[in-house]
């Protein structure tokens, strides 16, 4: 055991109305949790964390820690905080790695998840555990969705996930892979084959364009899709990543990683204007990314991107206005381009399946519960909210998954 991992627990004040309690997404009780920890309780310490947050291995490594448990420790307001995150990392992946999940009896209920990311992990696990038949649809190849393609190996292994997929089905779960639902098989498909319930929990993996002359150019990618298999692109010696957010971070510190000497990010603001978290920001420039500032992309070309300065000025409430400055248009040099500004979801289910709403963005709408404007169908994480953190998919789902229990009872 880690030296650290000990003394950051015995610096814990047990607090009696713990704060880091309450900036936690999912309320994870993170004062009996290091209770037990330091009490030799590391599998109580570990089910307590399970129970309360399937994917709390995952959080441990992913989630803005600084903006939730840690930002609200009582101790971050005379020094440093708890550091939780290597807390639980250390207690959740040792937990993950021991515990024998049970069988659970299936009752015969089936129910239809599709999509594998965080939302769809959650809701097959809850169920799963209450003995449903679940059947989980992913399209790509190996389950995760956005955990495998869209965060980094550095940031999250990968062999993580084949742990997951261990417990699922030892856990009874029928793993379906490379079934693009919508396409071949649809919604009505899934509940004319019997299933009571299905869940559409496929996130956001639809790129948004700038929408400017030279998008189509062959050097010209966007995030998601590098993000996905980053070694079979050939993006040169200098490549510039449109975007300054958690995404464009990850991009950037990818392509490092993958050989490519000059790595810069190019954004229409200042630096005190950046998305992403400031850690990520960091953890970018020791890697060696260097940053263009106030520059505004208006066209790409074979030699790079052409753009404009900007000027940010701040309106009375606060919020940064951007004025693109007059005068000749310069050329940023770059073999490659990515685009990381956004994502939204594919519209392949909806235009599938009758009597699902989606939003102007192309969301799918749903009430508190999770419930779509189709009745039995239900949905959570990106594909509802945008893109959002993981703790935050586990949280909502949890309401789901409660939600999709009593829907199928009440139908029966």
């Not at 937990?95 to 769809?120: E, R, T, W």
């Not at 590098?226 to 990543?241: A, D, F, T």
Request: glycine fraction near 10%; charge should be neutral.
């Amino acid at each position: 055991m880690k030296k650290h991992i000990v003394e950051e627990a015995k610096r814990c004040l047990q607090c009696k109305k713990p704060s880091c309690v309450k900036g936690c997404p999912v309320s994870t009780p993170i004062n009996q949790i290091i209770e037990k920890f330091l009490n030799g309780q590391i599998m109580e310490a570990g089910e307590l964390l399970f129970q309360n947050n399937p994917l709390s291995v995952i959080c441990s490594l992913v989630c803005p820690h600084e903006k939730q448990c840690e930002g609200h420790c009582i101790l971050h307001k005379k020094g440093v905080p708890i550091h939780f995150g290597d807390i639980e990392y250390y207690i959740s992946s040792y937990y993950l790695n021991m515990v024998k999940p049970d069988s659970p009896a299936i009752k015969g209920k089936k129910i239809a998840i599709i999509g594998s990311g965080p939302a769809g992990i959650t809701i097959a696990i809850i169920l799963a555990s209450r003995g449903y038949d679940i059947a989980l649809f992913e399209a790509h190849d190996q389950i995760g969705g956005v955990l495998r393609y869209g965060i980094p190996e550095f940031r999250l292994p990968k062999n993580i996930l084949e742990k997951y997929k261990e417990k699922l089905m030892v856990m009874g779960i029928k793993i379906r892979p490379n079934t693009f639902i919508g396409q071949v098989l649809t919604v009505d498909d899934l509940f004319r084959d019997g299933y009571e319930a299905v869940f559409v929990g496929t996130g956001v993996w639809k790129p948004k364009p700038l929408g400017i002359k030279g998008e189509s150019l062959g050097h010209v990618h966007y995030a998601i899709d590098y993000l996905k298999n980053p070694s079979v692109y050939e993006l040169g010696h200098r490549v510039c990543i449109i975007g300054a957010g958690n995404v464009a971070m990850d991009v950037a510190r990818t392509a490092i990683r993958n050989g490519v000497r000059e790595v810069y990010i190019m954004y229409r603001s200042g630096y005190e204007d950046i998305t992403a978290d400031k850690h990520e920001v960091d953890y970018a420039m020791i890697d060696g990314v260097k940053f263009e500032y106030n520059k505004s992309p208006v066209e790409f070309v074979d030699e790079g991107v052409i753009y404009q300065e900007t000027e940010t000025v701040k309106d009375q409430e606060g919020d940064s206005i951007i004025h693109v400055q007059e005068g000749p248009a310069t050329l940023f040099k770059a073999d490659s381009v990515i685009i990381a500004i956004s994502q939204g979801p594919r519209d392949t289910i909806v235009s599938s399946t009758r009597g699902i709403a989606v939003d102007e963005k192309g969301l799918i709408m749903t009430n508190q519960t999770g419930m779509t404007t189709r009745e039995g169908v239900f949905a959570s994480g990106d594909v509802v909210t945008g893109a959002r953190t993981v703790a935050e998919a586990v949280r909502v789902s949890k309401i789901v998954a409660d939600a999709m229990d009593r829907y199928v009872k009440s139908v029966r």
